[in-house]
């Protein structure tokens, strides 16, 4: 076998980086190569096109960490993780019957998000049944944490329970915990998920959820509470971006910084291995075009899967803007009960090691992330950094910089900013309460479309914009179907024909007529064709597709609006709905 190995990979000599190169730029042309084949990331790393062995040869996180570590993502013998069911009923009995029906269904760990508990019976009735089953309390309280310690200090745990409550929230309280804790008790969590749905990079992700932790050990150092004991008291929550890769990335690189961070503080190597649970973003999902929301958070699902997480929760897709039901928390279930019984990612640990573009993502992250976590540090910490705006302002930042990408269309989010189906409303199927709530990327387009459904639904009709296609035969129907896109995100009516001359234009009823041509062709056909709109009696707008060297002549003739690369699609749509009395 080794024989026909090695004359197997004689066939394939190795190809130096500077032949590579070479080939690249014949290939180009005379291209830049930047521009063509340089990903620019939101987190500062320029991603090539392709990488060797070379590139990693001297990673840090792979150069100075021991192989037996356990602060290696690939520390686990498989790549098993707990698919999470969260459960948003709030009382306990029908809170209960809901969870051992998601267990019946292939979940294999219960958040509850919503229960209420006011005493030892009622935390009876939730739990009946449950005890051998991972169990999470994501809104827990002071008093709930009292009861549940209260209840395991009598029937110790079979399985892993934890609470989403917040240390940093109290450090007396934490610690005070921590010393009546029992063993399999996760009482702590902080909540890396919500600088994501802020705008956070992965790399700030990381350095705040890191910050937090420093912020959490140290105030625990500063109480004399054991490190061991504080380490395995905390866990930590993420939410999944859509940028595949680097949330594999992220979720490798913060398991490292954490271990690092750990054992500064003295805890032993076994108790430097990160519990993380992830969820799939709600940033990302949308109202329209809904059901593009289960291959987003399936492709999440997967890097959370592929980045060594402890469990994962699918959020049904329908979350965004109503209340989920049985089908959609199924589809859910069923996308990670799919990725792990049939496309068999819990196989493998770690099988992005190795990897030398993914390598190359965990280092940048981690060495980032650490420097963003020390920026924190530098502010005073944690706490005061929140207290003081500094993460505020920073995510702001953030924030901005990835919802201009959503509005210009840099971004596209399928069914929404882009590719809109005219066919589809969304009025009838929305609880408007779940839409406003939380921050998410196309909030801005689905405010101007469900702007324009009211509107229709109250008047009987919806706006129509008619896209006047003459001329030039390559320019009138690129100009047209960029145009049709525009219109079409903000629930227009919109229908494009192809004419000969202003007056067969004339005859068509449209609120507004767009012009689709070459630039040279507008200006005769707005002359010609706004006269005789006027003439008609009509008060019909003409605007023009293009930005044309005319444009102030275009004005003086009439011409209303242009609709062009650089337009602001929310800005212009959100004026001519206003023009054409679209309003609240």
Not at 287 to 293: E, I, M
Not at 424 to 449: C, H, M, N, P, W
Not at 490 to 514: L, R
Request: a negative charge; charged letters at 25%; aromatic letters at 8%.
């Amino acid at each position: 076998m080794k024989m026909a190995t090695d004359k197997l990979l004689q066939e394939f000599p190795p190809v130096s980086t500077q032949a590579w190169e070479e080939a690249i730029a014949r290939d180009l042309k005379g291209a830049d190569y930047g521009k063509k084949l340089i990903w620019q990331t939101d987190e500062g790393l320029a991603v090539k096109p392709y990488y060797r062995a070379e590139d990693i040869a001297a990673l840090d996180h792979l150069a100075g960490v021991p192989d037996d570590s356990s602060c290696l993502p690939g520390a686990r013998r498989n790549g098993d993780w707990r698919i999470r069911e969260e459960i948003d009923a709030a009382d306990p009995e029908q809170a209960n019957h809901a969870a051992r029906h998601a267990l019946a269904a292939g979940a294999e760990e219960i958040a509850f998000s919503n229960v209420s508990i006011e005493h030892e019976a009622g935390l009876g009735l939730l739990l009946a049944n449950l005890r051998e089953i991972p169990v999470h309390f994501d809104d827990a309280t002071e008093p709930l944490l009292r009861l549940l310690m209260e209840r395991f200090a009598k029937q110790p745990a079979v399985a892993p329970v934890s609470t989403g409550f917040d240390p940093l929230s109290d450090l007396d309280f934490a610690a005070e915990t921590i010393s009546t804790s029992t063993f399999m008790f996760t009482p702590f969590t902080l909540h890396g998920e919500e600088f994501e749905e802020s705008g956070a990079t992965a790399v700030e992700e990381v350095g705040l959820t890191l910050a937090a932790g420093v912020e959490f050990l140290a105030g625990m150092q500063d109480r004399n509470v054991d490190i061991d004991r504080a380490v395995s008291s905390i866990a930590f929550s993420f939410a999944i971006g859509a940028n595949f890769f680097f949330q594999i990335a992220k979720f490798r690189a913060f398991r490292i910084l954490w271990a690092q961070a750990v054992e500064s503080f003295g805890a032993g190597r076994n108790s430097a291995n990160a519990s993380i649970h992830a969820r799939t973003s709600l940033w990302n999902k949308t109202v329209y075009d809904p059901h593009v929301n289960i291959l987003r958070a399936t492709t999440e699902a997967m890097s959370a899967a592929l980045g060594g997480v402890d469990s994962i929760a699918v959020a049904p897709f329908d979350e965004c803007y109503k209340k989920p039901d049985e089908a959609s928390r199924r589809l859910a279930r069923n996308t990670q009960i799919l990725l792990k019984q049939e496309a068999l990612l819990s196989r493998v640990a770690d099988p992005g090691a190795g990897s030398y573009s993914i390598e190359v993502m965990t280092d940048f992250i981690a060495r980032e992330g650490w420097k963003a976590m020390q920026a924190i540090e530098t502010a005073g910490g944690y706490r005061k950094a929140r207290k003081d705006g500094v993460i505020e302002r920073m995510l702001k930042q953030s924030l901005a910089a990835k919802e201009k990408a959503v509005v210009s269309r840099r971004r596209t989010f399928t069914g929404t900013n882009n590719y809109a189906n005219l066919e589809e409303k969304a009025l009838d199927r929305i609880d408007s309460s779940r839409v406003t709530s939380g921050l998410r990327a196309t909030q801005s387009y689905e405010q101007l479309r469900l702007r324009t459904e009211r509107y229709a639904a109250k008047t009987g009709k919806c706006p129509r914009v008619l896209l006047a296609e003459f001329g030039d035969v390559k320019l009138r129907s690129a100009r047209s179907g960029f145009a049709a896109n525009f219109f079409a995100c903000a629930g227009f009516d919109v229908v494009a024909k192809q004419f000969v001359n202003a007056g067969e234009v004339c005859a068509n009823d449209a609120e507004m007529i767009v012009l689709c041509s070459g630039d040279g062709e507008y200006l005769a056909m707005a002359t010609e064709l706004i006269p005789k709109l006027r003439a008609s009696g009509r008060e019909t707008h003409v605007l023009i597709a293009g930005n044309p060297d005319s444009a102030e002549q275009l004005r003086s003739v009439g011409v209303a609006d242009f609709v062009h690369i650089r337009s602001n699609p929310i800005e212009l749509l959100a004026a001519w709905q206003q023009r054409l009395g679209i309003r609240e």
